[in-house]
């Protein structure tokens, strides 16, 4: 075959035909586009447009600009407004011609400022993409399961700048301290007062929070102010954003609330789990965590809403060999006994809700060196204690083996998808309001994307004989309800 050589000859052709023809049937935004009936956005909006004026650039527009965006993977308003210019299917997406200008990158950004940045616009397409799964029936909110993942900040760890912050009370800390006080007037003991400032703090809603009057020295980024320094095991230590978010057994994300990167998992879960369970507590069965999770407080929460933790086993820290697991307790006399004989009495509670059992003296006791450094020893039971055991033991049922390993199928499959294709792997955004912004957008596109795919399916089935059609229904409904192999099912 002989070699063709065009010297680099360029086809200044004109292109016959509308932008619809050169759009492939099975491209994503098709897909996207039939998923939903994209016009609710004005409803959201209307209120923040005036009567008079020039005609503004239209909403949906704007907003399908923001679902390119994160739907591709590209992270960049500048680059995106530059990818639809050449791009005709992202054109055919937004709806304007070949003659039409494409919005700036500034529009939008001028757009954020003076009319969405304060609104809630953002959480309510989250919540209608979510509400048209739901009706879909693709969702399934039985069993939930929830993490914590976080996002590089825009800021450099090395500019940063030493500060003393009040230590914000925890959720719980005015009924634990009345839990505390009954049990210390039990044993003829002084009731603790409650530790009080007049200073207030605001929370991640911004809402005004009381302080406990202690303080703590943090690290504060001179460039993000709002972002926390992160530092989690092999991890590199960053200024980051942490979300904490919920999803359904099909991997449709429900909740996800945005808080600074130094904040604890197991603090920031109350935010996400208060939303949660004002829009589905009814439904709510299974709420599967993992590790970082297994403590008295969120056990005692989540039964307090009739719901079952999904907890996994958590690894005592420290060196000692024997652990409070190894003390017997006398429930008649309220007293632990340790492995050589030893009796441990009640001495007081603490104010973090700490029970403490200590021995009068262990001398002379062999595996002291392993038990304990102190001078006697002392086991520490907490009194909400009891939640966590009645997690733990849900362990050994049939049902927690069948639902713990959907962990890695759904909520960190997950993140792993938005960190690798969604641009959730760090941000340009600084504060923690459009932070919270971009995850609702991301986890819509997440949402959006899925929704697409399976419609899209379903279609296909459809336009399949009925004969053929019903067999294949019958078959993903058999290999949905079965934990055999494809291959095993097909077999038999």
Not at 133 to 156: E, L, R
Not at 353 to 379: F, H, Q
Not at 466 to 473: G, T
């Amino acid at each position: 075959m002989a070699m063709t050589v065009r010297n680099n000859a360029k086809d200044f052709g004109f292109m016959l035909g509308t932008i619809e023809e050169y759009v492939p049937e099975n491209h994503l935004v098709r897909k996207l586009e039939e998923t939903i009936d994209w016009s609710f956005i004005y409803a959201k909006v209307s209120s923040l447009y005036s009567d008079k004026g020039r005609p503004s650039v239209d909403p949906v527009i704007l907003f399908k600009m923001i679902f390119i965006n994160y739907t591709f993977g590209i992270n960049s308003m500048r680059k995106t407004c530059e990818e639809i210019k050449v791009n005709l299917a992202y054109r055919w997406f937004l709806g304007t011609g070949l003659d039409e200008a494409v919005p700036n990158y500034s529009t939008w950004s001028q757009n954020y400022i003076r009319r969405y940045g304060d609104s809630e616009v953002f959480e309510e397409i989250f919540d209608h993409i979510l509400k048209q799964a739901i009706d879909k029936g693709y969702v399934d909110v039985s069993t939930v399961f929830g993490d914590s993942t976080h996002q590089k900040a825009s800021a450099n760890k090395r500019k940063a700048t030493d500060k003393e912050v009040a230590i914000t009370r925890k959720v719980y800390e005015k009924e634990l301290l009345e839990e505390i006080n009954e049990e210390r007037k039990t044993h003829d003991k002084k009731p603790l007062k409650e530790v009080g400032s007049t200073e207030l703090d605001f929370d991640e809603n911004g809402e005004e929070k009381e302080v406990t009057g202690k303080a703590k020295h943090i690290k504060e980024s001179t460039t993000d102010p709002e972002s926390g320094l992160y530092h989690k095991g092999e991890h590199e230590k960053c200024f980051a954003y942490s979300h904490q978010t919920f999803c359904d057994r099909n991997s449709f994300v429900l909740v996800s609330k945005t808080v600074p990167g130094n904040i604890h998992d197991s603090v920031s879960f109350y935010a996400a789990y208060e939303v949660l369970n004002d829009k589905y507590k009814d439904k709510l069965n299974n709420i599967c965590l993992d590790a970082g999770y297994n403590v008295s407080h969120i056990c005692r929460e989540i039964y307090r809403n009739d719901q079952q933790p999904v907890l996994p086993y958590h690894q005592p820290m420290g060196k000692k060999e024997i652990r409070k697991k190894d003390f017997t307790y006398d429930e008649q006399t309220d007293q632990y006994i340790c492995p050589q004989g030893c009796v441990l009495k009640y001495m007081t509670t603490t104010r973090e809700g700490y029970r403490e059992y200590r021995c009068s003296n262990c001398e002379g006791c062999t595996l002291k060196a392993r038990c304990t450094s102190r001078k006697n020893k002392s086991v520490y039971i907490h009194i909400w204690e009891h939640y966590r055991k009645q997690a733990d033991e849900y362990r050994h049922t049939e049902q927690w083996k069948k639902t713990y390993p959907l962990r890695k199928q759904t909520i960190e499959r997950v993140f792993g998808d938005a960190k690798e294709n969604h641009c959730l792997r760090f941000t340009r955004l600084r504060g923690l309001k459009k932070n919270q912004h971009q995850a609702l957008m991301i986890f819509a596109c997440h949402n959006l994307k899925k929704m697409g795919l399976w419609d899209w399916k379903k279609r296909e089935i459809l336009s399949v004989s009925p004969a053929i059609s019903s067999l294949l229904c019958k078959f993903a409904h058999l290999f949905s309800q079965n934990e055999k192999p494809i291959f095993q099912i097909a077999f038999e």
